[in-house]
């Protein structure tokens, strides 16, 4: 099994800053991708970005050019760096990681952009 413990949620005025950090646990294999998704209250969860173990990266078009993953694969954690936020960017942020036919879910971490 894996676990994914995030960290970085919070509350920011538009135009801000934040970073999620989402640490991964457990029976990690060497091929495997982590990623970003978001679910706002209505809506379905999207992609945000994902990034793999070569640090090949993906993007949703909304959040080119603002958002930036990374990862550190020694300590098997993956960072969002999210800035100039808008507030339709707010949204519960999950950490995912995707390994052979499986995926594992971080349980959430709320971002909030106020305007």
């Known amino acids: 099994q894996v676990q994914l413990v995030e960290s970085g949620g919070g509350l920011v005025q538009a135009g801000g800053s934040l970073r999620l950090s989402c640490a991964a646990s457990?029976?990690?294999?060497?091929?495997?991708?982590m990623g970003w998704y978001r679910q706002a209250p209505g809506k379905q969860r999207e992609l945000v970005a994902a990034?793999?173990?070569?640090?090949?990266?993906n993007y949703a078009d909304s959040v080119k050019g603002r958002f930036t993953i990374s990862r550190d694969n020694a300590k098997n954690t993956v960072y969002l760096q999210m800035n100039s936020l808008k507030p339709e960017d707010t949204a519960v942020y999950y950490c995912?990681?995707?390994?052979?036919?499986?995926?594992?879910w971080g349980q959430g971490t709320q971002v909030t952009v106020s305007s």
């Open positions: 995912n990681l995707g390994q052979y036919l499986s995926q594992y």
């Open positions: 457990g029976s990690i294999s060497r091929i495997n991708t």
């Open positions: 990034i793999t173990r070569d640090f090949s990266t």
